[in-house]
């Protein structure tokens, strides 16, 4: 395989194994997609990412990280997200929207402004914000109301008429959040849930929201159409999720519809020691995809065009998914196909510049 290699899931046609991770833009107002984020994705887009990810899209206004993040929670929001989605497709990328809840993460500061603190009602934040369990990510976090079971009900339902939207806007791929010490991953931690009813306890309890946020965002979702998971395949903490745990949800949600596990890291707790380095996170991804027979993603500090090259090339991992180097460099693609020796469509408009 190689990184330029073009590639099919279900009905999609994706043209290169380049995606642009999820990343908050804190631009929206209600939830709205606008201009910046028209730009934004699409220059990426143009720069030849093969799937472009908009960033977690709340498919409540409780669920979202701050008061400024996009929202996917209401009909109103479909046309502004249809306009993005027909720029990315008219310029060969795959659109896609990963569906998010903050749970105890929810109302906090853009990192411009109080960056992960509490917003205060009177500045746009939001009480109660809710988890699995009635305890913050820290001390001085909000502190969480544990959420029913008609509460955790009502939060299924909206990621399915999220995905629902989704596909009005046209999107073709969705992405299950279930990283970074969000509402999902607060269910499927043993250092967070402790719940003793049907939702907490065992691995099997642990995941069951999981499990059924991906089967009504399943009855949604075309089958035509790609679904994958973003999870945080290491707490990287003594006690909390494990490697071992990820394979095993992998193969779980596999038969249910989950086309690739996104194999991000870390978040439940702020006091992770992570390795931070080149592509830490990608040997998750390769045991994922080794052990549990499903594509992955690597995702992680992946910077250089001989690295994803090499991940993609020694079989680590099925795609990469770039963050900050695309910040720093929205034609990473073009260039990393130069690097490479690799021939790819350039944007028309562009052709002049070809390397
Ligand atoms: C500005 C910014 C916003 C982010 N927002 C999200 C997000 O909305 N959803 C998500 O799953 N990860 C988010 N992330 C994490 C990235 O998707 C990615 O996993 C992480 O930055 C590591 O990749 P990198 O080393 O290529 O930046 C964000 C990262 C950055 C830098």
Redesign the pocket.
């Known amino acids: 395989m190689n990184l330029f290699d073009s590639f099919q899931i279900r009905d999609i046609s994706f043209r290169n194994r380049i995606a642009v ?4 833009e804190y631009s929206s107002e209600d939830g709205f997609a606008n201009d910046w984020h028209l730009v934004h994705l699409g220059a990426r887009a143009v720069g030849g990412a093969g799937t472009v990810l908009t ?2 899209n709340a498919v409540v206004p409780e669920g979202r990280i701050s008061p400024s993040d996009l929202g996917i929670w209401k009909d109103a929001h479909v046309e502004n997200l249809g306009r993005v989605v027909r720029f990315l497709r008219q310029h060969g990328a795959v659109a896609g929207t ?1 569906l ?1 809840h903050a749970g105890f993460k929810a109302s906090t500061g853009v ?1 411009w402004r109080n960056h992960g603190a509490p917003v205060p009602i009177a500045e746009g934040g939001w009480r109660p914000i809710y988890s699995s369990t009635a305890k913050g990510f820290t001390p001085e976090s909000i502190q969480p109301e544990a959420l029913t079971p008609e509460g955790i009900a009502r939060i299924t339902h909206a990621f399915a008429e999220g995905a629902r939207r989704a596909l009005e806007a046209g999107f073709e791929l969705v992405e299950i ?1 279930g ?2 010490g969000y509402l999902i991953h607060q269910f499927l931690s043993p250092l967070v849930n402790t719940r003793t009813d049907q939702y907490g306890g065992s691995f099997e309890n642990r995941t069951r929201i999981l499990r059924e946020i991906i089967e009504a965002v399943r009855k949604v979702w075309p089958e035509r159409l790609s679904l994958w998971l ?1 999870i945080s395949a290491s707490d990287w903490t003594e006690g909390g999720w494990t490697i071992e745990d990820s394979i095993a949800l992998a193969r779980q949600v596999k038969p249910l519809g989950v086309d690739l596990i996104d194999s ?1 890291s870390g978040g439940i707790v702020p006091t992770a020691r992570i390795p931070l380095g080149p592509g830490y996170q990608t040997p998750f991804a390769e045991r994922i995809r080794r052990e549990a027979g499903i594509l992955t993603g690597a ?5 250089a065009p001989e690295q994803a090259q090499h991940i993609i090339g020694t079989g680590q991992a099925d795609i990469v ?5 695309l ?1 720093r460099e929205p034609y990473w693609p073009l260039r990393a196909a130069h690097v490479l020796k690799q021939q790819i469509a350039w944007p028309k408009q562009y052709e002049r510049a070809r390397f």
Do not use: D, N
């Open positions: 991770s999820p990343m908050c960033e977690a990963q998010a990192p959040h990283a970074h973003r991000s995702v992680g500090m992946i910077t998914l770039l963050a900050r180097e910040l």
